[in-house]
Every structure is written in C-alpha cells, then in structure tokens.
C-alpha cells in the first residue's frame, strides 16, 4: 500500500545575529534604493511611502503599522514581521528571501507578480491579500484567514496551505497537483478543473466541487 502520509515542507528560517540595532524608521528619510540591514523596529508607525528598490536584510519587525505604504520592487532577506499590520503594502515585484510573517494583518497586501522563498505566513489575517502572477517555492499558509484571496496564474512549488480560510480566493490558472486542500476551510473557489488535476481534497470538498462545476451525482 503506498505511503499516503504528507512530507513536512522544511522551510528555511530567516537568518538572523544576536544583536540588532535599533532603528527608527518612523521618521527615516526612506528613498528608492535605500538599504537597512540588522535591526530591529518596534512599536512605529510608517505611513505615506513610495520608494522602488528598497533592501531590508536580517530585519525583525514587531507591532509596527504600515499605512499607505508602497515598496515595489523590494527586496527582503531574512526579515521577521510579529504582530505588524502590513494592511494594503504594494510589494508589487517584490523579492521575499526566508521571511516571516507571524500574528500579522496583511489584507489587501499587494504581491503581484513577486518571488517567494522560504516564506512562512503563520497566524495571519490576509483576506483580499494578491499574489497574483506570483512565483512561490517552499511556502507555508498556516491557519490564515485569506479570504477572496488571489492566487491567479501563481506558480506553486512545495507551497502548503494548513487550516486556512480560503473561500472565494481565485487560482485560476494556478496548478493545485500536489497541494493539500483537504484540511482548509471554503464553500466556493475560482478554479477550473484544470487546475485542480492532482489536488487533494477531502471527500466532502469533492461534493462541493461536483456542484461548482455542475456535476450530477448519479445514485
């Protein structure tokens, strides 16, 4: 009989030093281009930036507020967000390089078109959040809210999803083959049957996609 039982995803954690600076980017001059690298910002608030380009490197973030705040093209490496509200973020292009997202509010967060690597998502509040066109290898949604979420043409390698919230996220055009659904949490998902070909679902997800699609079951 073959082995049916799920590999843990082996996810690398950010790396970061013993000792971090303290910064304050509250009232930073934050430039296109502009680079932090080993610190730490707590309790701040961010709000009206726009800069291209920016680099945050072995970073820890813990209840800090970003507020119309748009970072495209950013690149972060070993970075820790806990308790941060990152509500609306444009990370459009984005680079994201083992980082972490815990107890976070990330609704409406922009990740159109990013890459993802060794990212976890743990704990979150991401309804809305877009990862369109994004590409993902080695990424984990643990117990996330992520409602009318969009995974549109997404590319997925070893990404998990575990007591999510998914329902009315769209993955159109993203192949599902190897993702576990069956333990997440949705009554309607924008999917074709293409691209649920090697999905894993629990037999009632299975009911509920013979009606999504407009199967009848014949007794």
């Not at 996810?11 to 000792?19: A, D, M, N, V």
């Not at 509010?105 to 990212?119: E, H, P, Q, V, Y």
Request: glycine fraction near 4%; hydrophobic fraction near 40%.
């Amino acid at each position: 009989m073959p082995n049916t039982e799920k590999s843990p995803l082996k996810i690398i954690r950010p790396k970061l030093p013993h000792q971090l600076n303290t910064l304050d980017l509250s009232s930073a001059m934050i430039d296109d281009r502009t680079e932090w690298i080993q610190s730490v910002c707590e309790e701040q608030e961010i709000s009206y930036v726009t800069a291209e380009k920016v680099l945050f490197d072995q970073m820890q973030f813990s209840h800090v507020t970003f507020s119309q705040v748009s970072f495209p093209s950013a690149e972060l490496t070993d970075v820790v967000f806990t308790h941060c509200d990152l509500s609306n973020v444009d990370f459009n292009e984005a680079v994201l390089h083992r980082v972490r997202f815990e107890h976070c509010k990330i609704i409406g967060m922009d990740l159109t078109a990013a890459t993802l690597r060794n990212i976890v998502f743990q704990d979150c509040a991401g309804d809305y959040a877009t990862f369109r066109f994004s590409n993902m290898k080695q990424v984990s949604f643990e117990n996330c809210s992520m409602l009318k979420s969009d995974f549109y043409h997404s590319e997925f390698t070893k990404v998990e999803f575990e007591r999510c919230m998914l329902n009315e996220s769209q993955f159109s055009g993203a192949s599902l083959k190897g993702i576990d659904l069956s333990n997440n949490e949705f009554f309607n998902l924008g999917v074709t049957l293409e691209d649920l070909q090697g999905c894993i679902i629990s037999p009632a997800q299975a009911i509920l996609f013979t009606k999504i699609f407009g199967l009848v079951i014949k007794e």
